[in-house]
């Protein structure tokens, strides 16, 4: 069988939306990361795919500020995705949100590209806030826009961070939850990606991290358990922060239970798929079974 | 057409490391493993599967790694860590500095996936600056194989060794061309080709490249290149390049690496010192490395035969 790739020129709004209509997103999202990833034949599938739902509601449903044609406008709110081997989710984001065009994502990882296998900065994409792929420095980055913003401008936007679970293995993420609530963050959310995979295994075998709830609580975080693929979920964690926000002085942790390569039946729930691409067959079988 | 080495294919010099490890295990009970989340990619795995009882996960946690293993150095074991390079020489590297190389223990640390092939993961993955680090340490051994069977008695050698070493390997299959036989010693460098035009010193996989270049220079233009292999850059062999500058008159030095503080400076360090004579530098200029596939990178960055050939015609010039 032939594999022609295109995408879809599809962009979407970014204003609250039912259910249906986000899970068309999700969808979008997906397809194109399993695009993205077939034609760079290298890269992250299993976390990206399964990031869909929350960057959708992130992005598409009227939660976080941006403008994606002036997109270094001071009063956006700031996205970082700390665990940079994510790339391809965040760059199928934001080509969707209109940040650049949708084309570009099938040169994704290829010699001369702004979508480097790990966003770098110094390509200037529009709506990369940090290069990552050092794991774990994500995070200490949303800490700064934070302290930044609350302290020194003394506004309100939202600074919302995602990593990944084994991500938590390092350090100097500790020293991070740690200056959170010292600081007072407010105004920082950060979601764990709880896909409970990494390289090697199961991130409970490869070095554990739980629990992890106590962990954040002991840390000063209001601490919220989720679903990551559902939706009502997600904006029921989303609008807690941002109660959190306005009415307290903690920091709001979003712990979202997700599932490796969510939506693609061969590669759910598989650390194997932590770092690979789908080859032919498989990416004839992951768009077939996401199918629009 | 290269006398002494025969293209043998490609192997990827992380496959060295793996394995060297797994021979050391066999020789000595007090060498232990500690993972860091890339065990398949960097092949510490294959020592995990051999001796589980000796190999611990530490999950991504570099620092904590590096200086676990100081612990265990500290109680006698012989105790290698490795993640990709980037991540074990600079995410430790104050644990580096003053828990491996100032208590001077036997701590050995794997530096894989290093340089800009490993390709398609970009700049942040592509680890330019460490051999400029780590031969800044004191007590601090770095070795920088050229091939698959080097990589893997560099290992070998390094475990066998009293003191804190470094070795720092790559992802991508390169040139096989050393075999069992060669001779391998830690601060020896190999003089692979004679002459004595100029005097080209590389390592790790520019190696093979600048035996390339040697047969090429030789029947196109005339100019007869000794090729030394550097793959100790500390302590470095002194009277190796003391003795190739002398008889040569030039050289050229090439490494898949910054050209700020890497080979290229070690050597002329020694050069400078001893025996001045015109230097050129190949390696990457003092910029961050990006996406791609590797041998298109290495063309780009003009890590190639041809890279070294316009060097060596440019130091001839001014000889
Ligand atoms: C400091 C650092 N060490 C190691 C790596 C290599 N690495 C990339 S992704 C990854 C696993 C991350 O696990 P997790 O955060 O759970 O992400 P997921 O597997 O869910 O995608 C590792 C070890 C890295 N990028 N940075």
Partial sequence: MSLVIKFTPDTFTNSPKTNHELSHIARTLRTDVVKSLYLAKSGHSGGSLDLSEIMTVLYFNGFLKYNSKNWK????????????????????????????????????????????????????????????????????????????????????????????????????????????????????????????????????????????????????????EIDGHNFDDIKMALSKYEANLKNTDKPTCIIAKTYMGKGVSFMENKYEWHGNPPNKDQTIQALNELEL | MMNKYIYKGLVPTRKGFGEGLVELGERNSNIVVLGGDITGSVLTSYFKERFPDRFFSIGIAEANATTIAAGLALSGKIPFFASYSAFSAFRNADQLRISIAYNNVNVKIGGGHSGITVGPDGATHQSLEEIAFLRTLPNMTLIVPADYNETKKATIAAGEMIGPAFIRFGRSAVPSFTDENSSFEIGKANVLREGNDVAIVACGLMVWPALEAAEELSESYKINARVINLHTIKPIDSFTLTNAAKECGAIVTAEEHQIHGGLGSAVAEVIVKNTPVPMEFLGVNDRFGESGEPDELLNYFNLNPKGIIEKVLAVMKRK
């Avoid at chain 1, 994704?108 to 702004?114: A, S």
């Avoid at chain 1, 913003?149 to 679970?165: A, E, M, R």
């Fill in chain 1, 73 to 224: 406008d001071k009063s956006r709110d700031r996205f970082v995705l700390s665990a940079g081997h994510l790339a391809p989710i965040l760059y199928s984001t934001l080509a969707r949100a209109g940040f650049f065009e949708v084309e570009e994502l099938g040169t994704l990882r290829k010699l001369g590209t702004r979508l480097q296998g790990h966003p770098g900065l110094d390509t200037n994409l529009p709506g990369i806030e940090t290069s990552a792929g050092s794991l774990g420095q994500g995070i200490s980055i949303a800490i700064g826009m934070a302290m930044s913003h609350k302290y020194l401008d003394k506004t309100s936007q939202k600074v919302i961070c995602i990593t990944g679970d084994g991500e938590l293995e390092e350090g100097t993420v500790w020293e991070a939850a740690m200056a959170s609530s010292n600081f007072k963050l407010s105004n920082l959310c950060w979601i764990v990606d709880n896909n409970d995979c990494q390289i090697d295994g199961r991130v409970s075998e490869v070095m554990n991290i739980y629990p992890l709830r106590e962990k954040f609580e002991a840390f000063g975080f209001d601490v919220i």
